[in-house]
């Protein structure tokens, strides 16, 4: 009960981040059938061509679906704070990798060992040879965005690349009895900060040595969030995070979100800095609900399927089955 009413404190002392609000949920508005549109043009074609078997399908594609739409409005976030124009179909093709890449790394740790070199190979640019139904339609998704980016991305997002991968594999320890707490450290901070350089990098070539460690620090936060929301999957398939052993809570991760607000304004400016920190309060308080309240989100499950702003609202499931978990019949 009092983690409860300190976590209500933090969403209450994290009300001036919400002042973009108003703004950041028109522009989501107008953009979330754009998203959903363009992932019917561009993913869902590569998923019903790549899958075979109908189930995993199904499955493939209502995970894309929900992930393609979240990640492509917080990108074209991005770009508005940052006055770049990103492609829609780079949006949702770069939801769809991130959510599929980051199920492949989770679900074929322990089937197939070899599955963390054949995806390295791939985010290094070196000849990629999939073993799987999904790996190809991962590949598939990869080549799309390279083909449809507008502009070559910057070196630092290469490397980002191939720094993510290494610490996806990393996070394998995640499910070692008694991993360090300094080693959780250097996986959250690693994930996250490399996923969101490589998502920023999409929308902007270069990022400036200031806008650079912004970007990587949010992508820290953002990270941390997810696993706060997560904790509760993640205890039963025996994953730890900094959240599920205690080490971080809400009130921590809104503290640090809070301190993003004066450096995004340094940086962009404080009228373009609003709306961007309007939409991260938004995430924060969405996944507060979403932990708290989950029965909002279980009645949003089903309609998000046709309805884009439910699917934004929702929680998306995974799109292969987590390590350990036993297959759909």
Sequence with gaps: MQQKVAEVGALVRSLGMAAGLPSAARAAYRSLPVLARTYERVVAPLVAETLTDPPERARVDSSLRVMSVKFGLAMLGYARLTGH?????????????????????????????????????????????????????????????????????????????????????????QREPGVPLDVLEKITRGKGAAAHLILCGLVKPRLGPAERDLVMDLGEILQSLDDYLDVEFDREHGVTTLVSCGALTLPGIARRLRATRPRLAAVHGGPAARPYCGMLYFLLLQAWVSRRLPALGRLARRPARRSAVLAFLSRGEDALPAAGAEPPP
């Design 85 to 173: 124009r990103l492609q829609p179909d780079v949006a949702v093709l770069a939801g769809a990798v991130t959510r599929l890449y980051d199920d492949l790394i989770d679900g074929d740790a322990d089937r197939d060992p070899a599955a963390g070199d054949r995806l390295g190979e791939l985010l290094g640019n070196r000849a990629f040879v999939p073993a799987t139904p999904a790996e190809l339609l991962l590949g598939r998704l990869v080549y799309a965005i390279e083909r449809n980016l507008a502009h070559r991305p910057d070196a630092s997002v290469f490397m980002a690349l191939v720094s993510l991968h290494e610490y996806q594999l990393l996070s394998r320890r």
